[in-house]
């Protein structure tokens, strides 16, 4: 059984920083690829930035510049530092992973709340 499990969100106001994690549990043989998504209300969901085991990384338009994605692979953990944020980047924040544990699948985090407001 594998988890994903999120921290680091919370209220900031705009032009501040938060750094988010999601790290990886169970019985995990291999990760690859791991990203974030963001879904805000009334939105579809949307990929925010991804980095693959060799740590190439992919980011949206909309936060190039201000979002650096990284990984740990000793700890199976991603990590996404938000700089220069913004009310339009408020949404739930998604890690997700591809794990090989009995045969590969795409895990998803429970989701955690970024609220950027003064």
């Known amino acids: 059984q594998v988890q994903l499990v999120e921290s680091g969100g919370g209220l900031v106001q705009p032009g501040g920083s938060l750094r988010l994690s999601c790290a990886a549990s169970g019985r995990i043989f291999r990760v690859n690829d791991m990203g974030w998504y963001r879904q805000a209300p009334g939105k579809q969901r949307e990929l925010v930035a991804a980095i693959t085991k060799g740590g190439s990384t992919n980011y949206a338009d909309s936060v190039k510049g201000r979002f650096i994605i990284s990984r740990d692979n000793a700890k199976n953990t991603v990590y996404l530092q938000m700089n220069s944020l913004k009310p339009e980047d408020t949404a739930v924040y998604y890690c997700?992973?591809?794990?090989?544990?009995?045969?590969?699948?795409?895990?998803w985090g429970q989701g955690t709340q970024v609220t950027v407001s003064s």
């Open positions: 997700n992973a591809d794990v090989l544990s009995s045969n590969w699948f795409k895990h």
